[in-house]
């Protein structure tokens, strides 16, 4: 009777498993669902702290330094590292734990993997043991066989059903990871963010915001943003550098947003969409006020005829700006608008009629222009 009591439980945890299994295949979390609810966690207003930073992190001496591409991976919690002697969290691709010094760092991915891999060996070794007990209160060598094929059957059962939900249960095991440490997380984030600060503040411009880059990668706030901005103003931007606008852009004005904007117009105008024009034109009248106010306007405008659309959203925009345009973009303005004569461009459109007569209408070079076009 002992014996079957001990095989009872064994079927039971055996279809326990894979009831749980076959009921939860809808329900698994992949690894976008994973990311989300960290980033959900990590960008939650309550609960964040600012690191202590200088304003002047950027230097009046613009430094030339080749700014390298941010490695992307696929989620973003992919980038995040747990030390596995203070558990303590980074983003930083520093070799040693910034809060204990050891190079115990692995990916998160690794440590909640290791958590599932645990369980599910706790998981063998109780069927094992009811096994064992079974064999051990078996009477006779009947019971004993029957134990032992049992035991050996729920055993295999068992370990494919772990084999399946390996990946599932390492994602779920992800998120109740990220909930159960979100504190220590943001801990982790802030030291990397005074990391970042101080290694600013000893003049190394580039390291400093490629450490901003990573943080970025899990916290997006405006206090972050502002502190990848300044440093950026530390640069002698060129082309050919890894440079981005979008996740920059702020909510509220800042200056040093609107002269990284300017700076842009002359070197990767590309960069310069929807949210930079408005940005833009929301606080015209704060970088007017600025020291180059008047040419960052000038450059978000030469920036803004790259395409039909913006320069018909942004019509009054352009129409203040379009005599103080370089020959280049301006001609760039006349094509956009001749070409579409179907378009309602308001004042715009005899401002840049005018204007061209007035400039360039009698210019050979500029009707030889107009015929083959430049790119934008």
Known sequence: MITNGFLIILLLLTIVKWVKYLLGRK????????????LDLLNQERGQQDPKHNNELNSSRRIPAPLGSLHKPMYAYEKLRVCTHCERYTVLHEPSCLFCGK???RPVHWKAEKLVRRSMRNELLLTLLVTLLA??????????????????AAIALLWLNQRKTLSPRTYGELVKL???????????????????????NNKEHKRSYEMFREVATLVQNDHIRMLQI????????????????????LKHFDPHLAA?????????????????????????????????GLSILIGAAGAAVRKKRYVAIYARFMARYASKLPKERFLRLYRVISGHP???????????????????GMDPESQTSLTRGHSI
């Not at 698994?28 to 960290?38: R, Y």
């Not at 078996?138 to 050996?152: H, K, P």
């Not at 300044?230 to 852009?249: C, T």
């Open 230 to 249: 300044m440093q950026l103003q530390s640069f002698v931007l060129r082309s050919d550098m890894d440079l981005e606008l979008e996740p920059l852009m």
């Open 178 to 200: 990220f909930t159960r440490n979100r504190q220590k997380i943001i801990d982790g984030l802030i030291k990397n963010l005074d990391t970042a600060v101080e290694v600013g």
């Open 135 to 152: 064999i051990l209160f078996a009477r006779g060598a009947e019971q004993i066989i029957i134990a032992c094929v049992g035991g050996a």
């Open 27 to 38: 329900r698994v979390l992949s690894s976008e669902q994973v990311n989300t609810a960290l």
């Open 260 to 292: 990284y904007i300017g700076e842009l117009a002359k070197v990767k105008r590309e960069l310069i969409k929807d949210n930079a024009l408005r940005y833009v034109t929301s606080y015209e009248d704060e970088i007017l006020d600025m020291k180059d």
């Open 103 to 105: 190079g115990t760092l």
């Open 342 to 360: 179907e378009q309602e461009w308001g004042e715009l459109a005899d401002i840049v009629s005018r204007l061209y007569e007035e400039q360039y």
